[in-house]
């Protein structure tokens, strides 16, 4: 590899390549100076959600209309304008240079979003309980929502038959092996909420939950620091013993950037 283009992601400051290797060629798209801006050859200054305008749709399927809260700082552009247009500079052709009319290209191409465009996005009714009046009762919020109700797509048991859901196929692990399974906490570690000290403490502990057959079988005590090989990668974690995993089950949590199951060998080496 000799050219690489990375948008949000940090690899050398997250441990998974050392330095830039090889590469002739490093852009960074990014919000900070990470380790791997620091060594890139360009670096392409993104915008926050806080500074840009768009749409966003939530874990319910409702679609609604995000706008700027500050300023954008400096140079800088939302995520999806640099990308268009370095890709104008490569002969892509003109892009479409609003959010709306970005949001009008997805509605052609995705089908949830057949009936929506940007004004209906942002249509707006009197609800009750009464929200953001003047009186001391209110209906969940403490003020009058003016951006927007959104619009809801429908979920596919509503349009189509739904398939069968695939699970990932995991090899039943050898018996000096765990299937090691990363488990997703709401604050987990990343660029942004390592910077809030606010959030500090609810940040989730690095930490892999152990069976206690699994741990006695290993020879590992609650509280061990233990090495293991994930894809190639050796992580170093704190071993919490206890039944919260079912067995030859590791339980990982606070590595955001470990998101797929599989079969890991624990390191052991009472050497050091």
Not at 62 to 71: G, S, T
Not at 92 to 101: D, K, Q, Y
Not at 154 to 171: C, F, K, N, R
Request: a negative charge; charged letters at 25%.
């Amino acid at each position: 590899m000799k050219a690489l283009y990375l948008v949000g992601a940090d690899p050398i400051g997250d441990g998974f390549i050392e330095g830039r290797g090889s590469l002739e060629f490093l852009v960074v798209q990014e919000l900070f100076m990470t380790k791997s801006a620091e060594v890139a050859d360009v670096v392409l200054p993104a915008q926050s959600w806080a500074e840009r305008e768009g749409t966003y749709t939530s874990g319910e399927r409702r679609v609604q209309r995000f706008y700027p809260a500050i300023q954008p700082l400096g140079e800088t552009r939302p995520d999806w304008q640099i990308l268009a247009q370095v890709g104008e500079r490569v002969g892509l052709g003109r892009p479409a240079f609003a959010p709306s009319l970005v949001f009008k290209e997805l509605v052609g191409q995705v089908s949830q979003y057949s009936d929506m465009d940007y004004r209906t996005l942002a249509w707006t009714e009197e609800q009750w309980p009464d929200v953001g009046g003047e009186d001391a009762y209110y209906g969940g919020n403490s003020y009058d929502n003016q951006s927007g109700l959104g619009q809801q797509w429908p979920a596919a048991a509503e349009t189509m038959d739904v398939s069968a859901i695939e699970l990932p196929d995991i090899p039943e692990p050898e018996p000096d092996h765990l299937t090691l399974v990363p488990v997703v906490s709401l604050y987990d570690e990343g660029e942004l909420i390592n910077k809030s000290e606010i959030l500090s403490s609810r940040i989730a502990e690095r930490v892999v939950h152990l069976h206690s057959e699994d741990a006695k079988a290993l020879s590992i005590n609650d509280g061990d620091e233990v090495p293991f090989d994930y894809y190639g990668v050796i992580i170093v974690t704190r071993v919490s013993v206890s039944d919260l995993s079912p067995p030859r089950v590791a339980l990982l949590s606070g590595h955001s950037k470990l998101n797929r199951p599989v079969v890991a060998k624990l390191i052991q080496d009472k050497d050091g």
